[in-house]
């Protein structure tokens, strides 16, 4: 493969790993989040772009539309353990309830 | 002829008229309004003596009013049978009361203020009764209605006499719905209010006037299901009892339906109906006047009983004769109420019967009207009670109609001979029950005069009155001899009925009542329920339908608010992990790397 597609995909597997492990805060996960979908939404762009797929030009539109709704989701989530706990520490989470 | 009759109407606005000058801050001013009366009854028995001669009916329709498009609306005042002897009557009967109150207010600091109220009441009923169209008739109609709203509520200060003022408002109001649908039934398909338009032209189906007509008579006479402002309504002082509610005002719903009777001719179902209300409503206040207390709310409740038998004779075809009872029927009520004021009066305020007793040697004169007008009420015969109640009972024994209604409203005459006896009974008789420091005089020149004329025309107004007017309908004759007793029977068993009652009785323990005492002491538990439970409830339904049933239900809790319930319950019930959320991710990193790295052996 070409540079840019290693270059992006690394991009993806930084904010994967940031996703994965993180020390206290649920916030930097839903931010790591943002930064796999930004790193896929350049991913398609670029592939589409360089190889003239025009027919398949709408999907990073509709990558951004879904990525809001999870993006929307996770903050809603986040809330709602805000409201109970007074912070997001995710050491909070081993109590089910809402 | 007419000029007189106007002569005489216009008497009567004068003291009203003078209220703004001098001669109301006066002392004199009750003297004044009671002599202005009496003039005016004296004049006006000149027309009526011309009328009873030559029969001749007269219409006065001076004063073009207004047109509303096709409608013309003049001042006219209709001089016919019924007016021309209701009116002198009216005026003896009022000229008898204002002198009364003119000792009974005599305490009181707004006596003018009270007489400008019974007078301007007076002419009220007068437009009322004179009215040629039903314009003026609803004039007449509401003035009363507003008069006995401001006398009922005299003493302001007491919250029961504002109630019952307001009471007598709200059931009129239900009774004027009737009217007013009347008249305009009448606009819609007769264009016209006047009496002699209506009667003139022939309609095809009467029911709804007819219909609307008998809801403000019940609204305005206290019949059964408009009837609880009438006792409510003694809350007043007593001339205004003695005035509007049992001669004049009480009787303007019968008068109206009077004034129909060629419209109620014809209609079977109207009068079968008519006759079924007044017998109920006679039955029912007849009972309740038996177990009550107070004296004024027994002669209420029998003036109640009365105006039932008024409707009773009109559906049974008979106006004329309930008219010549409206006539006799105002002279002993008024001089019940009358003798019971006095006694009240005497008494120190003091209106339970239970606490009365042994007036009989105190106040002779008292004793003498009292005892002398309930056995014109019960119908004794040759008093005046006799000509109209006797008649009455008679034509409705010998008449092709109703037998459940006849039979119910001979059980309410034998009923109102037993209510009367009660009354003598407790009041007049056996030892004293009161305070022995009261001073009890009757030696008042105004009572003593006012009670005597009432007395005198309780004794021969009946006959002077039945042998005087123009022939109407034809009484039947003929009859077998036990229907014509029948009034006297069941009366004369009423009264020996009670007497040996209350006598078998007197000494006795109080026994805790029973329920049939309790439904007829509470008056058949009527305003307690129906004062409360309607209005509640549709407050509750509307409340109910308006707020919760569409927006709390539909909008908020069935969609958004049940789903995030269902949501939470089942999560809760399903899920039984633990939170450890770094070492879920963790182990989601390492399988990662590890599948990477070991999967990557196919180079």
Redesign the interface.
Known sequence: MSMVYINIFLAFIMS??G????RSHLMS?LLCLEGMMLSLFIMMAVAILNNHLTLASMTPIILLVFAACEAALGLSLLVMVSNTYGTDY?Q??????? | FTPLMLTAMFILLLPIIMSNTQLYKNSLYPHYVKTTISYAFIISMIPTMMFISSGQEAVISNWHWLSIQTLKLSLSFKMDYFSTIFIPVALFVTWSIMEFSMWYMHSDPYINRFFKYLLMFLITMMILVTANNLFQLFIGWEGVGIMSFLLIGWWYGRADANTAALQAILYNRIGDVGFIMAMAWFLTNSNAWDFQQIFITQHENLNIPLLGLLLAATGKSAQFGLHPWLPSAMEGPTPVSALLHSSTMVVAGVFLLIRFYPLMEQNKTMQTLTLCLGAITTLFTAICALTQNDIKKIVAFSTSSQLGLMIVTIGINQPYLAFLHICTHAFFKAMLFMCSGSIIHSLNDEQDIRKMGGLYKPMPFTTTSLIIGSLALTGMPFLTGFYSKDLIIETANTSYTNAWALLITLIATSLTAAYSTRIMFFVLLGQPRFNTLNLINENNTHLINSIKRLLIGSIFAGYLISYNIPPTTIPQMTMPYYLKLTALAVTIAGFILALELNLAAKNLKFMYPSSLFKFSNLLGYFPIVMHRLPSKMSLTMSQKSASMLLDMIWLENVFPKSISLFQ?KMS?TV?N??????LY??S??IT?ALSLILLNSHE
């Open positions: 994967l790993m996703l994965l492990m993180y996960s995710v909070n989470l081993n109590l089910l309830q809402c | 939470m809760t899920s992990q633990k939170g450890l959320v770094k991710f963790l989601f990193m990662l």
